[in-house]
C-alpha cells in the first residue's frame, strides 16, 4: 500500500511539474510565488507535511522532496532544500522497492523467516525518523516561520487571523518565531511517530503473516487520510493533522513504553549474541504484564529475589528516578515457555489459568529452569499460544490488554496482600 502511495505521488507531481511548465508564459520568482501564497495554507501545508512524515518518515521525506522537485521550475530547483535532490528521494524509493520485494515475498514464506526483515525495516524506519526530525522538521517550521513572519497583515483571511492573533504580537515584540514553531513541530513529529512506530512494532511482535499486511493496510490508511484530506483542502489537512496530534500525544506515554518494549525484543533478535552475554536469570529482565500490581503495563525492571525470599520486580519511574520495588504474588507461581519470550504468571489451584505478571526479554528463551530453580518454581509449561484462530485472539489479546483480569479469580483462598511499590 505505501509503495502504490508513493508511486502516486510521484506520478501526480510529475504531471503537475510537466503541464505547469507547459501552461507557465514566463517564469516567475521565488518572491512573487510567495506574495500569491496566504500564510495560513503555508501553515497548513507545514504542518500537513510534519504529521505525514511522521506516519512514515522515508516515504514522507521521499514523497515531499520529489513533489517539490518537479513542481518547481527547472532553473529554480538549484535552490530547493536537501531532501528535494533526486539522489536523496530517489534513494529512498530504492529502499522502498526493497520493502515491497520483502512484502510480496513474505507473504510466501513463513513468518518466522519474514521477521528479521521486518526487524530490519523496524530499524530503517527508526534511523529515517532520525534524520527527518533532525533535517526535515526544523527546516519546515522554519519555513513555515519565515513566512508567517513576513507576510502583511492584509494577506490574513479566514482561519488565518487565529494564527495572527497568536503569533503576531511575539513577531512584533522582536521575538523570533522560529523558537516557537520549531520545538512545536518537533514535538508533534515526536508523538505522531512514536504512535505510528508502534504499528512497525506490533508487527515485529505478530506471529501471523495476514496480521502484518493488517497493520501495515492501517499505517497507510492513516497516511492517505492525511494526504487526500489536504488535497481537498488546505485547512482540511491542517485539522486532520492536528486532530492526530492530539490524540497521539495523549498516547504518547502508553506508546512509548510499547516501543521501548518492541526495541527491546528487536535488539534480542538481532544481536543475539549480545544479548546472551548480558543475561542474568538471577536477576532477570522483564516487563510488567498486568496492571494490578500498580504498575503501568510494559513498565521495564529486573525480577530479583529479596533478603527475605519474597519475588519482587524493581524499577526506575522514567529510568531516571530512585528505584523502586513491587511484591509480585509469592503462591502458585508457574513459568510459561513462550513463542518469543517466557513469561512468570500465576495459575490458578487446578492449572487451568494463568495471569501473565511479567513478560522476560527473548534473551532468557532458554533459560527458564535456570530462572525457575532461582525463583522456587516447580511448574514450568507451554504458553497458552495455539494454533490457528485461537492463537490469534489469544496475541490479539495479550498486546492490548491492560491486565483486567484479576489475579484474586484465579485462587479460590484468600487474595494476597496488594504489592506496595
Same mark, same amino acid.
Given at each position: ?17 510537466? $503541464? ?5 508564459? %514566463? ?73 515491497? *520485494? ?5 507473504? %510466501? ?28 522538521? /526544523?527546516?519546515? =517550521? ?11 497583515? =492584509? =494577506? ?6 487565529? $494564527? ?12 523570533? $518565531? ?57 485547512? *482540511?489537512?491542517?485539522?486532520?493533522? $492536528? ?30 549474541? !549480545? =544479548? ?18 500498580g504498575v503501568p503495563v510494559r513498565t521495564f525492571g529486573k525480577v530479583t529475589v529479596s533478603a527475605d525470599g519474597r519475588v519482587v520486580f524493581s524499577y526506575r519511574p522514567c529510568f531516571v528516578f530512585s528505584a523502586k520495588t513491587v511484591v509480585l504474588p509469592s503462591e502458585n507461581l508457574s513459568l510459561g515457555k513462550g513463542v518469543l519470550y517466557p513469561t512468570l504468571m500465576r ?24 530462572? %525457575? ?11 497458552? *499460544? ?12 495479550? !498486546? ?15 487474595? /494476597? ?5
Amino acid at each position: 500500500m505505501k509503495y502504490i502511495i508513493a508511486a502516486a505521488i510521484i506520478f501526480c507531481a510529475s504531471l503537475t511539474g510537466n $503541464l505547469q511548465a507547459a501552461n507557465a508564459p %514566463a517564469p516567475e520568482s521565488e518572491s512573487a510565488k510567495a506574495e500569491e501564497r496566504l500564510p495560513g495554507v503555508d501553515f497548513a501545508q507545514g504542518i500537513t507535511e510534519i504529521t505525514g512524515v511522521a506516519v512514515s518518515p522515508l516515504l514522507g521525506v521521499s514523497g515531499v522532496g520529489a513533489w517539490r522537485y518537479f513542481n518547481t521550475q527547472e532553473h529554480l530547483r538549484a535552490s530547493l532544500p536537501w531532501f528535494c535532490n533526486p539522489y536523496v528521494w530517489g534513494f529512498g524509493l530504492c529502499v522502498l522497492s526493497l520493502c515491497f *520485494l520483502k512484502d510480496v515475498v513474505g507473504v %510466501a514464506v513463513p513468518s518466522i523467516i519474514k521477521k528479521p526483515f521486518d526487524i530490519a525495516e523496524l530499524i530503517e524506519d527508526k534511523l529515517s525518523a532520525l534524520v527527518a526530525s533532525t533535517a526535515f522538521v /526544523p527546516l519546515i =517550521a522554519h519555513e513555515m516561520s519565515t513566512t508567517f513572519a513576513t507576510a502583511p497583515q =492584509a =494577506a490574513y483571511s479566514g482561519g488565518s487571523h487565529l $494564527l495572527l492573533a497568536t503569533a503576531m504580537p511575539l513577531a512584533t515584540a522582536g521575538f523570533d $518565531l522560529r523558537f516557537l514553531f520549531i520545538p512545536l513541530g518537533m514535538a508533534a513529529f515526536i508523538v505522531v511517530w512514536m504512535t505510528s512506530h508502534a504499528i512497525n512494532v506490533l508487527i515485529v511482535l505478530s506471529p501471523f503473516g495476514f496480521i502484518d499486511a493488517i497493520l501495515k493496510a492501517i499505517k497507510m490508511f492513516l497516511l492517505g487520510i492525511v494526504v487526500v484530506s489536504y488535497v481537498i483542502n488546505p485547512y *482540511l489537512g491542517a485539522a486532520v493533522s $492536528l486532530f492526530f496530534i492530539a490524540i497521539a500525544a495523549y498516547l504518547a506515554p502508553t506508546v512509548f513504553r510499547f516501543s521501548f518494549f518492541g526495541t527491546m525484543f528487536a535488539k534480542d533478535f538481532i544481536l543475539p549474541w !549480545m =544479548a546472551k552475554g548480558s543475561t542474568t536469570p538471577e536477576c532477570a529482565h522483564a516487563f510488567i504484564a498486568h496492571k494490578s500490581l500498580g504498575v503501568p503495563v510494559r513498565t521495564f525492571g529486573k525480577v530479583t529475589v529479596s533478603a527475605d525470599g519474597r519475588v519482587v520486580f524493581s524499577y526506575r519511574p522514567c529510568f531516571v528516578f530512585s528505584a523502586k520495588t513491587v511484591v509480585l504474588p509469592s503462591e502458585n507461581l508457574s513459568l510459561g515457555k513462550g513463542v518469543l519470550y517466557p513469561t512468570l504468571m500465576r495459575s490458578n489451584e487446578a492449572n487451568t489459568s494463568h495471569v501473565k505478571l511479567v513478560m522476560f526479554l527473548p534473551r532468557y528463551r532458554s533459560h527458564e529452569h535456570k530462572i %525457575a530453580e532461582h525463583y522456587g518454581i516447580t511448574n514450568i509449561h507451554d504458553s497458552s *499460544l495455539t494454533k490457528g484462530f485461537k492463537a490469534v485472539k489469544v496475541w490479539i489479546k495479550e !498486546m492490548i490488554s491492560s491486565g483486567s483480569q484479576k489475579i484474586e479469580e484465579l485462587t479460590k483462598d484468600n487474595s /494476597p496482600t496488594n504489592p506496595s511499590t
